[in-house]
Protein backbone atom coordinates (compact mmCIF):
# COMPACT_ATOMS: atom_id res chain seq x y z
CA UNK A 1 0.00 0.00 0.00
CA UNK A 2 1.21 3.69 0.14
CA UNK A 3 2.71 2.91 3.12
CA UNK A 4 5.17 0.60 1.82
CA UNK A 5 3.79 -1.97 3.97
CA UNK A 6 3.65 -5.55 1.91
CA UNK A 7 4.08 -9.42 2.64
CA UNK A 8 6.84 -11.65 2.40
CA UNK A 9 7.38 -15.33 2.46
CA UNK A 10 10.49 -16.67 4.07
CA UNK A 11 11.65 -20.69 3.16
CA UNK A 12 14.39 -22.61 3.67
CA UNK A 13 16.40 -23.83 0.22
CA UNK A 14 16.32 -27.20 1.45
CA UNK A 15 13.10 -28.31 1.94
CA UNK A 16 11.47 -25.93 -0.74
CA UNK A 17 12.67 -25.17 -4.35
CA UNK A 18 10.71 -21.93 -5.91
CA UNK A 19 8.95 -23.05 -8.77
CA UNK A 20 6.65 -19.79 -9.15
CA UNK A 21 5.44 -16.62 -7.28
CA UNK A 22 2.83 -13.90 -8.27
CA UNK A 23 1.58 -10.48 -6.82
CA UNK A 24 -2.07 -10.36 -7.25
CA UNK A 25 -3.36 -6.83 -7.16
CA UNK A 26 -6.37 -5.82 -5.80
CA UNK A 27 -8.68 -3.64 -7.95
CA UNK A 28 -9.21 -0.56 -5.19
CA UNK A 29 -10.77 1.67 -7.33
CA UNK A 30 -13.88 -0.49 -7.37
CA UNK A 31 -14.49 0.38 -3.89
CA UNK A 32 -13.28 4.14 -3.88
CA UNK A 33 -10.12 3.62 -1.28
CA UNK A 34 -6.21 3.45 -0.89
CA UNK A 35 -4.27 0.83 -2.20
CA UNK A 36 -4.05 -2.10 -0.37
CA UNK A 37 -1.73 -4.72 0.14
CA UNK A 38 -0.89 -7.50 -2.97
CA UNK A 39 -1.92 -10.96 -2.38
CA UNK A 40 1.61 -13.23 -2.54
CA UNK A 41 1.24 -16.23 -4.41
CA UNK A 42 4.04 -18.34 -4.11
CA UNK A 43 4.86 -22.71 -5.33
CA UNK A 44 7.62 -24.58 -4.38
CA UNK A 45 8.48 -28.54 -4.63
CA UNK A 46 8.46 -29.94 -1.13
CA UNK A 47 10.66 -33.07 -0.16
CA UNK A 48 8.05 -35.27 -1.01
CA UNK A 49 8.34 -34.31 -4.66
CA UNK A 50 5.04 -32.47 -4.27
CA UNK A 51 4.03 -28.91 -5.23
CA UNK A 52 2.75 -26.51 -2.28
CA UNK A 53 1.07 -23.71 -3.20
CA UNK A 54 1.14 -20.89 -0.21
CA UNK A 55 -0.61 -17.77 -0.71
CA UNK A 56 0.58 -14.48 2.32
CA UNK A 57 -2.38 -12.15 2.94
CA UNK A 58 -2.75 -9.11 4.67
CA UNK A 59 -6.58 -7.76 4.34
CA UNK A 60 -7.89 -4.12 4.56
CA UNK A 61 -8.17 -2.90 8.10
CA UNK A 62 -11.08 -2.00 10.06
CA UNK A 63 -10.06 1.45 10.80
CA UNK A 64 -12.85 3.60 10.11
CA UNK A 65 -15.39 0.49 11.22
CA UNK A 66 -16.20 -2.73 10.79
CA UNK A 67 -19.03 -2.36 8.32
CA UNK A 68 -17.68 0.49 6.66
CA UNK A 69 -14.78 -1.28 5.52
CA UNK A 70 -16.12 -5.35 4.77
CA UNK A 71 -16.59 -4.46 1.33
CA UNK A 72 -13.14 -3.89 0.97
CA UNK A 73 -12.21 -7.35 3.03
CA UNK A 74 -15.09 -8.91 0.21
CA UNK A 75 -13.80 -7.56 -2.64
CA UNK A 76 -10.08 -8.93 -1.82
CA UNK A 77 -11.43 -12.32 -0.63
CA UNK A 78 -13.08 -12.55 -4.45
CA UNK A 79 -9.99 -11.73 -5.67
CA UNK A 80 -8.45 -14.44 -3.91
CA UNK A 81 -11.08 -16.99 -4.45
CA UNK A 82 -10.74 -16.31 -8.32
CA UNK A 83 -7.29 -17.31 -7.23
CA UNK A 84 -7.95 -20.55 -6.26
CA UNK A 85 -10.49 -21.72 -8.59
CA UNK A 86 -7.95 -21.29 -11.39
CA UNK A 87 -5.72 -22.77 -9.36
CA UNK A 88 -7.60 -25.66 -8.87
CA UNK A 89 -8.51 -26.25 -12.35
CA UNK A 90 -4.63 -26.56 -13.07
CA UNK A 91 -3.69 -28.85 -10.11
CA UNK A 92 -5.52 -32.31 -9.67
CA UNK A 93 -4.62 -32.61 -6.21
CA UNK A 94 -4.02 -29.08 -5.25
CA UNK A 95 -1.61 -28.55 -1.50
CA UNK A 96 -2.53 -25.34 -0.74
CA UNK A 97 -2.13 -23.42 2.10
CA UNK A 98 -3.83 -19.70 2.74
CA UNK A 99 -2.41 -17.86 5.63
CA UNK A 100 -2.08 -13.87 6.90
CA UNK A 101 -3.86 -11.39 9.08
CA UNK A 102 -7.22 -11.27 7.57
CA UNK A 103 -8.71 -8.49 9.59
CA UNK A 104 -11.74 -11.07 9.84
CA UNK A 105 -12.56 -13.58 11.92
CA UNK A 106 -13.42 -17.00 10.81
CA UNK A 107 -17.41 -16.34 11.55
CA UNK A 108 -17.19 -13.22 9.10
CA UNK A 109 -18.40 -13.31 5.38
CA UNK A 110 -15.11 -12.62 3.89
CA UNK A 111 -14.02 -15.96 5.04
CA UNK A 112 -17.02 -18.68 5.67
CA UNK A 113 -18.81 -17.48 2.81
CA UNK A 114 -16.40 -16.71 0.13
CA UNK A 115 -13.08 -18.38 0.93
CA UNK A 116 -14.97 -21.44 2.53
CA UNK A 117 -18.27 -21.77 1.19
CA UNK A 118 -17.53 -24.14 -1.20
CA UNK A 119 -16.07 -26.87 0.99
CA UNK A 120 -12.61 -27.18 -1.13
CA UNK A 121 -10.96 -25.22 1.88
CA UNK A 122 -11.07 -25.56 5.39
CA UNK A 123 -10.24 -22.86 8.20
CA UNK A 124 -7.97 -24.38 10.33
CA UNK A 125 -8.48 -21.56 13.38
CA UNK A 126 -12.38 -22.10 13.33
CA UNK A 127 -13.29 -22.79 17.30
CA UNK A 128 -10.44 -21.98 18.50
CA UNK A 129 -10.88 -20.36 21.80
CA UNK A 130 -7.64 -18.46 22.26
CA UNK A 131 -7.68 -15.22 20.10
CA UNK A 132 -3.95 -13.63 18.49
CA UNK A 133 -5.01 -9.63 18.60
CA UNK A 134 -7.02 -8.00 21.62
CA UNK A 135 -9.37 -4.92 20.85
CA UNK A 136 -10.81 -3.36 24.08
CA UNK A 137 -10.57 -5.80 26.14
CA UNK A 138 -11.43 -8.97 24.00
CA UNK A 139 -9.46 -11.49 22.20
CA UNK A 140 -10.39 -12.45 18.76
CA UNK A 141 -8.82 -14.15 15.51
CA UNK A 142 -7.39 -12.25 12.47
CA UNK A 143 -4.59 -14.35 11.71
CA UNK A 144 -5.66 -17.59 10.29
CA UNK A 145 -4.79 -20.83 7.74
CA UNK A 146 -6.87 -21.88 5.58
CA UNK A 147 -5.91 -25.25 4.09
CA UNK A 148 -6.86 -27.17 0.93
CA UNK A 149 -9.18 -30.07 1.89
CA UNK A 150 -7.24 -32.84 0.68
CA UNK A 151 -4.30 -31.69 3.18
CA UNK A 152 -6.25 -33.22 5.89
CA UNK A 153 -5.68 -36.77 4.39
CA UNK A 154 -3.67 -38.97 6.87
CA UNK A 155 -2.57 -40.82 4.06
CA UNK A 156 -1.73 -37.91 1.96
CA UNK A 157 2.03 -37.32 1.10
CA UNK A 158 1.83 -33.91 2.63
CA UNK A 159 -0.92 -33.68 5.59
CA UNK A 160 -2.12 -31.41 8.67
CA UNK A 161 -4.83 -31.29 11.04
CA UNK A 162 -6.42 -28.30 13.27
CA UNK A 163 -4.57 -29.69 16.09
CA UNK A 164 -1.64 -28.77 14.33
CA UNK A 165 -2.24 -25.64 14.20
CA UNK A 166 -1.87 -23.03 16.94
CA UNK A 167 -1.31 -19.29 18.58
CA UNK A 168 2.06 -18.46 20.42
CA UNK A 169 1.56 -17.36 23.64
CA UNK A 170 5.25 -16.95 24.34
CA UNK A 171 5.59 -14.76 27.82
CA UNK A 172 8.04 -11.98 25.78
CA UNK A 173 5.31 -11.43 23.55
CA UNK A 174 3.12 -10.26 26.15
CA UNK A 175 2.50 -7.19 28.05
CA UNK A 176 0.09 -6.35 31.01
CA UNK A 177 -3.23 -4.63 29.91
CA UNK A 178 -3.36 -1.75 32.59
CA UNK A 179 -6.77 -0.68 31.16
CA UNK A 180 -8.80 -4.16 30.57
CA UNK A 181 -6.80 -6.52 33.02
CA UNK A 182 -4.74 -9.58 31.93
CA UNK A 183 -2.77 -9.64 29.07
CA UNK A 184 -2.26 -8.32 25.18
CA UNK A 185 0.35 -8.53 22.54
CA UNK A 186 3.28 -6.48 23.20
CA UNK A 187 3.38 -4.16 20.46
CA UNK A 188 6.42 -2.15 18.47
CA UNK A 189 4.09 1.33 18.70
CA UNK A 190 1.63 2.60 21.32
CA UNK A 191 0.49 5.22 18.84
CA UNK A 192 3.23 7.30 17.76
CA UNK A 193 5.53 6.04 20.87
CA UNK A 194 8.09 3.70 20.06
CA UNK A 195 8.01 0.96 22.81
CA UNK A 196 10.53 -1.35 21.50
CA UNK A 197 7.93 -4.66 21.30
CA UNK A 198 7.41 -7.36 18.55
CA UNK A 199 3.60 -6.46 16.94
CA UNK A 200 0.20 -6.24 17.79
CA UNK A 201 -0.71 -9.18 16.86
CA UNK A 202 0.29 -12.91 18.28
CA UNK A 203 2.24 -15.20 15.81
CA UNK A 204 0.35 -18.34 14.58
CA UNK A 205 2.11 -21.47 13.51
CA UNK A 206 1.65 -25.11 11.56
CA UNK A 207 2.78 -28.26 11.90
CA UNK A 208 2.86 -30.07 8.30
CA UNK A 209 3.73 -33.88 7.88
CA UNK A 210 5.46 -34.28 4.69
CA UNK A 211 6.16 -38.02 3.29
CA UNK A 212 9.59 -38.04 1.80
CA UNK A 213 9.27 -41.09 -0.72
CA UNK A 214 13.38 -41.80 -0.67
CA UNK A 215 13.27 -42.48 3.00
CA UNK A 216 9.96 -44.33 3.23
CA UNK A 217 9.30 -42.60 6.39
CA UNK A 218 7.64 -39.39 7.73
CA UNK A 219 9.29 -35.99 8.98
CA UNK A 220 7.59 -32.88 10.24
CA UNK A 221 8.46 -29.39 8.67
Not at 94 to 99: D, E, G, T
Not at 126 to 139: A, D, H, N, S, V
Not at 159 to 178: N, P, V, W, Y
Not at 189 to 208: E, R
Request: charged share 30%.
Amino acid sequence: DRRGIDVALLYQRGSFKLVDKQSIRIPHRQVKRDPTRDILHVSGRILSGDTLDVCVCHFPSRSGGQAQTEPYRLLVARTLRHTIDSLMQVRQHPHLIIMGDFNDYPSNKSLRKVLCGKGDLVNLMEGMKQGTYRYRGEWGILDQFLVSENLLDKKGSICTSGKKAQILRHEFLLEEDEKHGGDKPYRTYNGMKYQGGFSDHLPIALDLQIFIRDDKDYCSE
